[in-house]
């Protein structure tokens, strides 16, 4: 429903086409000029005007045989409708600049270690491009209902619950095996899943299967039950773990990805991947329209995130 229908239910007897002929008959001095203007013929702009002053009570214009002029009431009400539907073009001018430009609050939901670690580090950077943005950023590792809680997106690792919901694909992960050199070389580096049992193993028990290890490749499936002296439900714990060298640990490419990067992680069995592995998700309320504001924030998080993938 737009801002005119709204404005007829809430002011019973008003009609907007007829204040919009009124308005053209006082600029056009004229049924004739005025019908050219709204796009009528002469004898509706003559039969709204009939309604109009019949509603009111009051004789708005002195029709003559050369021109239509204003009475007294007629004018006096003229500055009032004028006024009142350049309001509404205002408004919706403003409505439209809001919907397509990117200004106002964006409120995100973000899995904790995985918005901390690559959706925040671009916050600033976000918001210095686009100053009329404010951002609400809630970090939450239970599931969020996007429309009942309000939020404009929502980032999700993993297992899509929700059908209903708008979502567009990042990027994908996989689960692998990483260890750092310091403990590769005093444990030697294992060489088949199986060898993974005679291994110190760092245990994520959110993992699906734990406290097992599921792991795959090209079509094989292997389960093993490694065996370790730390297990935890925070996996960045577990991260730091390995790269002090305390064991062998199945975590996220997006999580391991920077200690790649700096050398204090390598990856192990090569080729094989855990059974975790999965999509990374900008998640929006269902409608057709996505406001400027959270189209631009998914772009520039999902190039952020890929490029950190890569």
């Not at 796009?39 to 509706?44: K, M, Y």
């Not at 045989?65 to 073009?89: H, I, N």
């Not at 590792?141 to 297992?159: L, S």
């Not at 069995?269 to 329209?289: E, F, N, T």
Request: hydrophobic share 45%.
């Amino acid at each position: 429903m737009n801002v005119m229908q709204k404005m007829q239910e809430s002011m019973p007897g008003l009609s907007l086409d007829e204040l919009s002929t009124f308005v053209a008959v006082v600029q056009a001095h004229s049924f004739t000029g005025a019908a050219k203007i709204v796009g009528r013929d002469a004898t509706i702009v003559s039969r709204r005007m009939g309604q109009l002053e019949q509603r009111l009570g009051v004789r708005l214009l002195s029709r003559t045989t050369r021109k239509v002029a204003l009475t007294e009431v007629g004018t006096l009400y003229y500055q009032r409708v004028r006024a009142l539907l350049d309001g509404l073009e205002s408004a919706g001018q403003e409505a439209s600049n809001f919907a397509s430009s990117p200004q106002g609050l964006l409120r995100i939901s973000l899995p904790v270690t995985f918005g901390r670690r690559l959706v925040a580090p671009h916050f600033p950077a976000f918001l210095r491009e686009h100053p009329k943005i404010r951002m609400d950023a809630r970090f939450s590792d239970r599931y969020v209902d996007v429309v009942a809680e309000g939020f404009d997106v929502a980032i999700r690792v993993g297992v899509l619950r929700d059908s209903t919901l708008i979502a567009r694909q990042i990027a994908s992960f996989r689960t692998l095996l990483y260890a750092a050199p310091s403990y590769l070389a005093a444990h030697g580096e294992p060489q088949d899943p199986g060898d993974l049992e005679q291994h110190a193993c760092l245990s994520f028990i959110h993992h699906a299967s734990w406290p097992d290890w599921i792991l795959k490749s090209d079509g094989q499936q292997r389960t093993v039950r490694p065996a370790g002296s730390l297990s935890a439900d925070n996996s960045e714990s577990l991260l730091q773990a390995a790269i002090a060298g305390a064991g062998i640990v199945l975590t996220p490419d997006w999580l391991a990805s920077a200690a790649v990067r700096e050398g204090a992680l390598v990856q192990i069995l090569s080729g094989w991947q855990g059974w975790g592995s999965g999509g990374i998700y900008a998640v929006l309320p269902p409608g057709r329209l996505i406001p400027a504001k959270t189209r631009l924030f998914v772009d520039d998080i999902s190039a952020a995130i890929q490029a950190e993938l890569d």
